[in-house]
């Protein structure tokens, strides 16, 4: 198993940022992909950004230009940078790790939480 913890999250004004952190009980290195997903009330859980093993990453259109993904093998962590941040972001965030052999498995963290305030 894979255990994965979030942290970082809290209170902030719009506009503001913050930086959320992942971190692995394994070498990132043995992850296909790390990602980024939210949950906010009553929404289904949406990917924010995600980073392969060879250091390639997507994003969510709504937050593309504002956040950036990163990923430090030296400390099985991924980061999220989030800038400029908006009402609409405030959610709860998990960090998701994908292993892919024959088969996709996933792991997820407890989820840290985002508000932004208006």
């Known amino acids: 198993q894979v255990q994965l913890v979030e942290s970082g999250g809290g209170l902030v004004q719009a506009g503001g940022s913050l930086r959320l952190s992942c971190a692995a009980s394994i070498r990132t290195l043995s992850l296909n992909a790390m990602g980024w997903y939210r949950q906010a009330p009553g929404k289904q859980r949406e990917l924010v950004a995600s980073?392969?093993?060879?250091?390639?990453?997507n994003y969510a259109d709504s937050v593309k230009g504002r956040f950036t993904i990163s990923r430090d093998d030296a400390k099985n962590t991924v980061y999220l940078q989030m800038n400029s941040l908006k009402p609409e972001d405030t959610a709860v965030y998990y960090c998701?790790?994908?292993?892919?052999?024959?088969?996709?498995?996933?792991?997820w963290g407890q989820g840290t939480q985002v508000t932004v305030s208006s």
């Open positions: 998701n790790a994908r292993i892919t052999t024959s088969y996709v498995y996933n792991y």
């Open positions: 980073i392969t093993s060879s250091g390639n990453t």
